[in-house]
Structure formats: structure tokens, C-alpha cells
T-cell receptor, first 114, second 113 residues
Framework: EPEVTQTPSHQVTQMGQEVILRCVPISNHLYFYWYRQILGQKVEFLVSFYNNEISEKSEIFDDQFSVERPDGSNFTLKIRSTKLEDSAMYFC????????????FGNGTRLTVT | GESVGLHLPTLSVQEGDNSIINCAYSNSASDYFIWYKQESGKGPQFIIDIRSNMDKRQGQRVTVLLNKTVKHLSLQIAATQPGDSAVYFCAEGGVAGNTPLVFGKGTRLSVIA
């Protein structure tokens, strides 16, 4: 069964550094998402992406965050200058349609900011 | 200090019994609902979904019930197995419009062998 793959599985970085989290969505999906989950808490929406542009973003997704689909397969989340509170699991997801179809999630990247 | 969000509702069931996990959703305009299962160290895994024009939908060993009047969603798991132990999240969204999928707080299901 096709799946969403994310790399790396764990990223440790120092405060103020830039990180790029990478995702390969399911190949026939057109809608892409980033969510994050702080340890033990809810899964929170960050951003959705379609047709090479952001469709929606949450308050969490401020100017320090950006997303990109640099080629036909990868979807990346960049955090420009990491803060301690950015430490979380970051999940990429993709779906066939924008609404009314389930999101399929990867296994996440654990980001630790020290 | 208090760790907000670390104390998930928990449900412990005996192997072979049926489990019922409940969820209260917040937005009366939501018309699409999903249950996800999250095992330790993994991403949310799709279990079953339901649209608001239905009040019940069945899958393999799972049933989702939707009560729009009281904005309540439940997941029933028949003959619960040890492999069902996980955190279960409900998520709500819209079939149309600009409403991203919003997750609930989660319930930890522990199956006692």
C-alpha cells in the first residue's frame, strides 16, 4: 500500500538554526499538509498546499515557516530560525481531494531544538 | 508544574471485549469526521470516516456512530485485540469550504490480555 515517507526520523538542532523537514507524499495525491504534535498533546494543523501554493495556514505557521514542493515528489517544511518551543513531532500528510477524503500521514520527524 | 495535555482520557478493556471511544466535536458546521489510530512513534493511521448525511458506518471490526444533535462521535471496536492498544483521535472537517481537519484530544486504549 502506498505510504507517505518522511526524513529524517529524528533531527536535533541548536536554537536559531534552520532546519528542513522532508516528505514524499503518496504519488497520486494532490493536496499536501504539515501538522505538528507537541509531546502528549493534540495533532495541530500548520499548513495545506495545493497547486504549488499555500491553501490555508494556521496561526502557528508564522514567517519563520515556509513550505515548498521543489520537484514532482518532495514536499518540504523549512523552519528558518528554530526556537525551543518548535520541538515537536512534525507530520506530513497527503490526500486525494481537499475535502471529504482522509489525510494519510507519514510517521513523522521528531525535531529537538536545544 | 502541571503538564497540560499529558493526561489523556484512558480506556482499559479486556481482550475480546468491545471498546467504545467517545468524542465531542466542536464545530456544528463540520460535516466530515475521521477516526485515527496512533501507535507509539508513528503517525496517525486512518481507521474509518463518516459524512454528516450518515449516522452510522461500519468497517472491519469497527463502527463509527455520529450524533449531530449533540455533536458526538463514537468509535466501537469489536472483539478488542492487544494490537488495538494505541491513542485514538477523532478529527472533524468540512466537505467544502476552507476548514482544515481539526483533531480532538485523543483517548488512550489499553487492552488487557
Amino acid at each position: 500500500e502506498p505510504e507517505v515517507t518522511q526524513t529524517p526520523s529524528h533531527q536535533v538542532t541548536q536554537m536559531g538554526q534552520e532546519v528542513i523537514l522532508r516528505c514524499v507524499p503518496i504519488s497520486n495525491h494532490l493536496y499536501f499538509y504539515w501538522y505538528r504534535q507537541i509531546l502528549g498533546q493534540k495533532v495541530e494543523f500548520l499548513v495545506s498546499f495545493y497547486n504549488n501554493e499555500i491553501s490555508e495556514k494556521s496561526e502557528i505557521f508564522d514567517d519563520q515557516f515556509s513550505v515548498e514542493r521543489p520537484d514532482g515528489s518532495n514536499f518540504t517544511l523549512k523552519i528558518r530560525s528554530t526556537k525551543l518551543e518548535d520541538s515537536a513531532m512534525y507530520f506530513c500528510a497527503s490526500s486525494v481531494r481537499d475535502r471529504g477524503s482522509p489525510l494519510h500521514f507519514g510517521n513523522g520527524t521528531r525535531l529537538t531544538v536545544t | 508544574g502541571e503538564s497540560v495535555g499529558l493526561h489523556l482520557p484512558t480506556l482499559s478493556v479486556q481482550e475480546g471485549d468491545n471498546s467504545i471511544i467517545n468524542c465531542a466535536y466542536s464545530n456544528s458546521a463540520s460535516d466530515y469526521f475521521i477516526w485515527y489510530k496512533q501507535e507509539s512513534g508513528k503517525g496517525p493511521q486512518f481507521i474509518i470516516d463518516i459524512r454528516s448525511n450518515m449516522d452510522k458506518r461500519q468497517g472491519q471490526r469497527v463502527t463509527v456512530l455520529l450524533n449531530k444533535t449533540v455533536k458526538h462521535l463514537s468509535l466501537q471496536i469489536a472483539a478488542t485485540q492487544p494490537g488495538d492498544s494505541a491513542v485514538y483521535f477523532c478529527a472533524e472537517g468540512g466537505v467544502a469550504g476552507n476548514t482544515p481537519l481539526v483533531f480532538g484530544k485523543g483517548t488512550r486504549l489499553s487492552v488487557i490480555a
